[in-house]
């Protein structure tokens, strides 16, 4: 049988598993298998020639049952509508794992944005707003960061939806520059978040973290913070990274400032003196103690799985493992903290960013780290604590207690009987 690679069509199936197991209603279990709303755009885009492209976009509104929908914008030249509803669906259980007042949404444009010019990443950028300012909004859904969105890309949008507006709209979007808003500690957020729930796993497993083995896929925001702090925090010894074209190995361990020197001056972390190179998939494969998926969808497969050697896998991609990769792993006694738990911390400190900008009263890097802290370690131990009890795996622990979250907000106000 061909394994399903799907992701709308895993993250339904993973819901309709966690249904199944907590006796979910029908009736709601049908109300959350889909989005409350669902945009496609149209972008068109000057480009530098003269010439316009016509590029197109998404915004999906999942659930807002909890609160404004939150979620980032990828811009990927594979974006498909379905992998923004996936997305937008993973949104609702994270925002209702770490339990802020947030429902779930993400956007996308499909485009290749390593091959656009500033300009032309900014006109995009602004289209994009032009195209969806109806129904975003602080109050109503708020935006941020994903694949290949930048900082840079916020301040495009906040400005344009603020000009649309009439008035400054920080609230508008998160993971902004400092100097426009942006909160203290939003940078390395995703992996720090992750960080917590490593150690909380470590310490209930009894596992060292003091010179263990990493393995990192990804040398985007997410991997690279986590690459940095996971030796930062934890004395770990990060021995492999990677990046879309390729991993590289150490057996003495790989300096962070060393291989974003190379990302930087290369493009990409292969050729890292006194390295090997590798593939991705044998990087999955190494015998470490805890391997770090930071990419994108699908690296765990069925085909895969059984050759991963980890002990702890920390999820900080969104769905990096597919349904019969989670199967093989518990059944080898892997233990995966999922992506909606582990990478939790960004959508977390989206939140104080938002909050902050509401009052226009901002916080020290300290009180972010202290309170994202509080947020993670009760998430992670809420889920640990299902697990134990329904005797399951992490994620769809996870997914018992988040959907638990959203169902009684959804019944509470009367929509699902
Ligand atoms: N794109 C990030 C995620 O997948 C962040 C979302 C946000 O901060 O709203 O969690």
């Known amino acids: 049988m061909v394994e399903e690679l799907n992701p709308f069509k895993i993250a339904q199936a993973q819901l309709d598993a966690a249904a199944k197991k907590m006796r979910l209603k029908k009736s709601m279990h049908e109300y959350l298998r889909e989005p409350q709303r669902f945009l496609q755009v149209r972008i068109p885009v000057r480009m530098d020639n003269g010439q316009t492209q016509t590029f197109t976009g998404f915004r999906c509104q999942y659930n807002d049952a909890r609160g404004p929908t939150k979620g980032g914008i990828r811009f990927h030249p594979e974006e498909t509508e379905d992998t923004v509803k996936a997305l937008a669906a993973w949104m609702t259980w994270k925002t209702a794992v770490v339990d802020i007042p947030l429902g779930g949404g993400k956007g996308g444009v499909i485009c290749n944005p390593k091959e656009m010019s500033q300009g032309e990443l900014e006109r995009l950028s602004r289209g994009w707003v032009r195209a969806v300012h109806q129904i975003v ?91 940095r702090l996971v030796t930062e925090l934890f004395g770990c010894k990060v021995v492999a990274i990677s990046d879309s074209r390729g991993a590289i190995h150490s057996k003495d361990g790989i300096d962070f400032e060393a291989a974003l020197a190379e990302k930087q001056a290369s493009g990409t972390v292969q050729g890292l003196k006194g390295t090997k190179n590798l593939t991705n998939e044998a990087l999955l494969k190494l015998d470490v103690d805890i391997l770090i998926p930071a990419g994108i969808e699908n690296a765990i497969t069925s085909k895969n799985a059984d050759k991963v050697q980890a002990k702890i896998v920390l999820e900080l991609a969104n769905g990096p493992t597919t349904p019969g990769a989670d199967a093989i792993l518990y059944k080898n006694k892997i233990h995966v903290i999922p992506d909606f738990l582990a990478n939790a911390g960004g959508v977390t400190v989206s939140y104080f960013e938002w909050v902050q900008n509401t009052y226009g009263y901002y916080w020290k890097e300290s009180e972010v780290h202290e309170k994202l802290d509080e947020k993670m370690t009760a998430a992670y131990h809420a889920v640990w604590d299902r697990h134990k009890r329904s005797r399951c795996d992490m994620r769809m622990a996870a997914y018992m207690v988040s959907v638990a979250r959203v169902a009684e907000v959804v019944e509470l106000r009367g929509l699902v009987a």
């Not at 495009?156 to 603020?162: Q, Y």
């Not at 649309?164 to 426009?180: A, D, H, Q, V």
Request: aromatic share 6%.
């Open 137 to 227: 909004g602080p109050e109503k859904d708020v935006p941020a960061p994903d694949v290949y969105t930048t900082p840079q890309i916020m301040a495009w949008m906040t400005d344009e939806l603020s000009v649309i507006r009439g008035y400054n709209t920080p609230g508008f979007i998160t993971g902004k520059p400092l100097p426009l808003g942006g909160s203290a500690g939003r940078g390395d957020a995703t992996a720090r978040g992750g960080m917590y729930c490593l150690r909380e796993a470590a310490d209930k497993l009894g596992v060292e973290l003091e010179g263990a083995t990493v393995a990192i896929q990804g040398f985007g925001n997410a991997g690279q913070h986590a690459h």
